[in-house]
């Protein structure tokens, strides 16, 4: 059983006590743990016994993982999870390589989900207002307010006037709370999500009768997008960026993109083409788009671009590849009061090209956003708010008076509402004017389902027992409808008894009983169908009328943030924008014209004007936007939140009007405002460095016609005496002895495990990684696994700064002086002939992404001059670093041409330390398998030599060799696009060893004689 939910006793407790103390949590372990999931305690459950660990629970071994398979909650797609505990607690998740969704993909976001659950800002338990301050209550006492309000506006015959906004989510929930809804005379609830794309759900609705086709990349030749970002926060990212990936890794077969928008996102920049059209022109592109290739739409293709102010040429190529080069995939998102109308005639184009049921498939739909209620309805329920006519609202997971456009007058509607819950975990915008606040268990922590696709089934359960004395939202429901909901009970139920009901067991009753959900839980996944939400009822949109200004001012969701629910996960904020680089930070996105024009430099702050209201941020000079365009991301600007989100950035949802699409009832993500010099400047949060690549070939690429000819190398400059770079076979370097080289004393004794007869046969193996930029994408999902493995450090939350300059304080302060700890970074390059700050604007301009790490050199720069020892090679190829060695010189940094190491300026690992990054019990989340480096050591990547050793150990244990593809690198894992690949680079069965042979690999610095064992394969141009 778990404490957390049993209800006075240890509620009572936690009203004296703020924290959780891990000495608390291991006082239960040995009864509860991990176990806990699979057995499935009832909430009224005592601690009656405790056990020494010693005797460990069952399925619980002292150090041994257990592995559970779950869904993810992060967004709506639902992929499928693996997540590792060990000794009870959650210490990593992954992607499921069996669910359908993801195939073992997992974003940034989804990783992160672990920094939600041991999140130091969560509710400890259930909290009341008294007095103007929330102050912490019992489970009992909150349950029997709850049930008190709800009863009181039933007897009243107010019922009606309940509104319950909750977070969307797959899955029964949604019909479980409108069932609790019901018996209490009031209206079904809104399912509400900021960031999904409801202009484009409905125009599907009414295109193709469903809300989310399957959408094939690889049959496509050409792929277009009006706007949406299909890399990023629109749609299922994950799955498609696999399947975007897949299309492109067929290299001379892969599909041609582009990419229509006024701002170049993460997916212009990996498309083939960009057409930067102006806001609110898409339309009169498809139509002389369809004219120009079906003769059935109007307009001309010179008219069309002319309103759109774009060159006719990409125009015309573009008509040209849609009529010679099928079949074709187009999608689209837009934004504004015809934003429906729009993707409707897109939809009409994607139909007469013959699309339909070859790259886009209704047959096959995705059920992830079924029963979404429309930005408008949830903005007409704070204008009942606001008119008196809602006296309880419930809110659970969302935040619209953060997200809202015009959040501010909404937080004013729900300030007037009588009696306000919030089954929140976290202190929100939105919970912080609530009344009753009855945190929910993390997803982690909870029984549930999802319904991806149709008859598939994908689970919850919980990975571990709850962190802090929360409840799960449905027990709570539950507990509410039962006769004496609330009444305060002092002793713990008979032992054995079972409790009236709980959500698992509603959840188990709809999948077949005990036996059935049993069988499925190693999987997560089963046949069946969870129980369907009513369909929304529409709601009239509400029009802003025309803007005005200067300026298209673009607010979009931000890749890492969302709509800024990842504010208080300090790895999200952290992971720089793919596109801009910027951590932290929000920053105004200008063209340098326009930034000339206005005479601003990068840094200086802007103030960005609307009708509405306006932000003041510094500007960044991004050459992949329009002159007359403002781009600012959402995510930051929080009031509330928690530590990590509080004060960070601005936000840029307060300066759009309150209007939405005539047909779905989508905000608006567009309108017009001014731009003005303020004064003053910021440092930029960034970890940018050039932004292009001044020649030196880190980030390579190959035209279509080049590889097809087979003009795949690069052309050396081989100097008079120069020594050769070849490599000796299996990507050994000719070099010592000790560097599995040849140029070494052959009759040396001293060789030891270097010593390729050893027996231990480790020499034998030359660890590598190959990194396809033809896949990646950009999206950094690596680094976040990167982080959440090898216990890497946040450095720029507020506290974490050097304090004795006052300039350099604040979020972000480490990394504005290149403190920043991430050991695999993406560095992003434009390819362009001068600085970015002095380019006109021209929309044909090359990007490209590569993953930096360390290099794992043959012939390492770092080793020879470490005056401790603390670097050395290692028999089977790694360049290792000694954390216990290091006395922190940094001579091996100033060596490493790659510049992939990592200095501990600040006690980040150490408790004692104000700059401390894992607050408790953040620090539960942290990898036992790999040390916390304490202040003064330089740290870096070693391709996970945990999990090497982990697998060499154990198939020592089973008396057998390691078999080739046995298990991989974080990094490697998470990668949505499959880029990277590791493996021994010495043994031919493993993959990775035919790829170091690829037609388009290459070495980054080569002509450094470095030796490397990362192989980058070249990106391929279409």
Request: glycine share 10%.
């Amino acid at each position: 059983m778990s404490p957390h939910d049993s209800d006075s006793a240890v509620a009572d407790t936690n009203e004296n006590n703020t924290g959780v103390k891990r000495r608390d949590f291991l006082k239960v372990l040995g009864v509860s743990g991990a176990a806990a999931a699979a057995t499935a305690c009832y909430p009224n459950d005592q601690v009656e016994k405790l056990i020494p660990f010693v005797a460990s629970p069952d399925n619980t071994v002292p150090g041994v993982s257990s592995y559970y398979a779950t869904t993810c909650r992060e967004c709506a797609a639902g992929c499928g999870i693996i997540v590792e505990t060990r000794d009870g607690r959650a210490i990593k998740i992954e992607g499921n390589p069996d669910h359908p969704v993801n195939r073992g993909a997992l974003c940034g976001r989804g990783q992160s989900a672990l920094q939600g659950l041991y999140n130091p800002d969560r509710f400890r338990g259930p909290m009341m207002r008294e007095s103007g301050k929330l102050v912490p209550i019992t489970w009992d006492r909150g349950i029997q307010l709850l049930a008190q309000k709800l009863g009181e506006a039933k007897s009243k015959g107010q019922g009606a006037n309940v509104v319950f906004i909750n977070q969307h989510e797959q899955g029964s929930m949604g019909a479980f709370i409108d069932q609790f809804l019901a018996g209490f005379g009031s209206p079904a609830h809104l399912s509400y999500d900021a960031e999904a794309p409801l202009a484009t759900l409905a125009a599907n609705r009414a295109s193709y009768s469903v809300a989310w086709p399957k959408l094939d990349f690889a049959a496509a030749k050409v792929i277009v997008s009006f706007g949406a970002d299909y890399l990023e926060t629109w749609g299922l990212s994950v799955p498609q960026q696999i399947a975007f990936a897949d299309a492109r890794a067929k290299l001379d077969g892969g599909p041609k993109a582009y990419y229509i928008a006024s701002r170049r996102s993460l997916t212009g920049l990996n498309s083939d083409t960009w057409i930067p059209a102006k806001p609110g022109s898409t339309k009169g592109i498809v139509d002389a788009l369809l004219a120009a290739v079906t003769g059935k739409g109007t307009g001309g293709l010179k008219a069309a671009a002319d309103a759109a102010g774009i060159d006719v040429k990409q125009l015309e190529q573009l008509a040209k590849d849609l009529q010679t080069s099928k079949p074709s995939l187009l999608m689209a998102d837009q934004h504004g009061e015809t934003a429906t109308e729009t993707i409707a005639a897109i939809n009409e184009l994607n139909k007469a090209l013959g699309n339909v049921g070859v790259t886009t498939k209704p047959g096959e739909p995705s059920l992830a956003f079924e029963g979404l209620a429309s930005h408008a309805a949830v903005r007409d329920a704070g204008d009942r708010m606001a008119a008196g006519k809602v006296t309880v609202a419930l809110v659970r997971g969302a935040n619209p008076a953060y997200t809202m456009q015009g959040g501010a007058k909404f937080a004013d509607a729900f300030a007037k509402v009588a009696f306000k819950v919030s089954f929140s975990s976290y202190p929100d915008e939105t919970t912080q004017l609530c009344d009753l606040v009855l945190p929910d268990h993390h997803s982690l922590e909870s029984w549930g389902d999802a319904e991806p696709s149709k008859g598939l089934l994908s689970l919850l359960q919980p990975t571990m027992d709850p962190v802090f004395n929360t409840r799960a939202t449905g027990d709570v429901l539950l507990a509410v409808m039962q006769p004496n909901a609330g009444a305060e009970t002092k002793t713990a139920p008979p032992a054995g008894a079972k409790p009236l009901g709980d959500y698992r067991a509603w959840i188990t009753s709809r999948t077949g009983g005990v036996a059935s959900i049993t069988k499925a839980l190693p999987t997560a996944m089963m046949s069946g169908s969870a129980l369907a939400t009513a369909a929304p009822k529409a709601v009239a949109s509400k029009s802003a009328g025309a803007a005005t200004g200067d300026y298209f001012l673009r607010v979009y969701h931000s890749p890492a943030l969302g709509d800024g629910r990842g504010a208080n996960k300090p790895w999200l904020q952290e992971l720089p924008d793919p596109v801009t680089k910027i951590a932290w930070q929000t920053v105004v996105e200008l063209h340098p014209e326009t930034a000339t024009k206005l005479g601003l430099e990068e840094g200086e702050l802007a103030t960005v004007e609307t009708k509405q209201g306006s932000v003041t941020a510094p500007v960044y000079l991004y050459i992949g936007i329009r002159p007359d365009v403002v781009a600012i991301a959402t995510g930051r600007g929080h009031t509330a939140y928690g530590r990590y989100a509080d004060g960070c950035g601005v936000s840029a949802v307060s300066l759009l009007p309150v209007s939405e699409d005539a047909r779905s009832g989508a905000a608006a993500g567009v309108t017009k405002c001014t731009v003005r010099k303020t004064g003053g400047a910021m440092r930029l949060i960034t970890t940018e460095g050039a932004g292009r690549q001044h020649g030196r070939g880190i980030a390579r690429a190959v035209t279509v016609a080049q590889l097809v000819a087979g003009d795949t190398k690069d052309e050396k400059e081989v100097f008079v005496g120069q020594a050769s770079n070849d490599f000796l076979p299996g990507l050994r370097s000719p070099v010592a002895n000790d560097a599995q080289g040849d140029l070494g004393d052959p009759k040396s004794k001293d060789q030891g495990q270097y010593d390729p007869n050893h027996w231990s046969g480790v020499a034998k193996r030359r660890w590598a990684m190959t990194i396809d930029l033809a896949r990646c994408t950009g999206c950094a999902a690596c680094v976040t696994a990167c982080y959440s493995e090898n216990n890497i450090p946040t450095v720029g939350a507020p506290w974490q700064g050097p304090r004795v300059m006052p300039d350099r304080t604040g979020f972000g302060a480490n990394i504005t002086r290149s403190r920043e700890m991430a050991w695999i970074r993406l560095e992003r390059y434009f390819e362009i002939d001068r600085e970015p700050k002095d380019v006109v604007f021209n929309p044909e301009f090359d990007t490209r992404v590569i993953p930096m790490l360390c290099q794992q050199c043959g012939n390492a720069p770092c080793e020879p001059v470490c005056p401790v020892y603390a670097t050395y090679h290692s028999p089977d190829g790694l360049n290792v670093q000694v954390y216990n060695r290091c006395v922190g010189t940094r001579y091996c940094s100033n060596n490493c041409p790659y510049k992939v190491r990592y200095f501990n300026w600040f006690g980040y690992g150490e408790p004692n330390r104000t700059q401390y990054a894992f607050p408790e019990p953040l620090n539960w989340q942290l990898n036992p398998d790999v040390t916390v480096r304490s202040k003064g050591v330089m740290e870096k990547c070693t391709f996970c030599v945990q999990r090497i050793k982990e697998a060499e150990n154990r198939a020592t244990l089973e008396k057998r060799e390691l078999q080739p593809d046995e298990f991989t690198v974080a990094c490697a894992q998470a990668c949505p696009s499959r880029a990277i690949v590791f493996g021994d680079a010495a043994d031919p069965k493993w993959s990775v060893s035919k790829l170091v042979n690829d037609e388009r690999a290459y070495h980054v610095f080569e002509e450094l004689n470095t030796y490397t064992a990362v192989v980058y394969l070249k990106k391929v141009t279409h």
